[in-house]
């Protein structure tokens, strides 16, 4: 079992910048790739980011341009943390984010791929 928390959601300004962090714990060693997802009210749950545990390739959603240079994640294998910088926010980036891991499988953009969550962590861009 992996257990993941994530922190460092709050209501930030547009243009803003906040920095989430997925702590996780239990058998880690087994971790393959780590994910970011967002959900927004009323939407279904879509993929961010992803980062390899090992190598620490990093993948990025190509479904909207805006998120292309904003978002960054990255990881520290020491702590067991995976973060994602998120700057220069705008109001439809507003969403429940969660923290996922995958034991493996090459698909780290779909949310069947990965076998543990966190509980989310709200973060709001008001205008």
């Known amino acids: 079992q992996v257990q993941l928390v994530e922190s460092g959601g709050g209501l930030v300004q547009a243009g803003g910048s906040l920095r989430l962090s997925c702590a996780a714990s239990?058998?880690?060693?087994?971790?393959?790739?780590m994910g970011w997802f967002r959900q927004a009210p009323g939407k279904e749950r879509q993929f961010v980011a992803a980062i390899r545990s090992s190598g620490g390739s990093t993948y990025y959603a190509d479904y909207a341009e805006s998120l292309k240079g904003r978002f960054a994640i990255s990881g520290d294998n020491a702590k067991n943390t995976v973060y994602l910088n998120m700057n220069s926010q705008k109001p439809e980036d507003t969403a429940v984010y969660y923290c996922?891991?995958?034991?493996?499988?090459?698909?780290?953009?779909?949310?069947?791929?990965?076998?543990?969550w966190g509980q989310g962590t709200q973060v709001t861009v008001s205008s």
């Open positions: 996922a891991a995958s034991n493996g499988g090459p698909y780290y953009y779909t949310i069947s791929n990965y076998d543990y």
């Open positions: 239990g058998r880690t060693f087994s971790m393959y790739t």
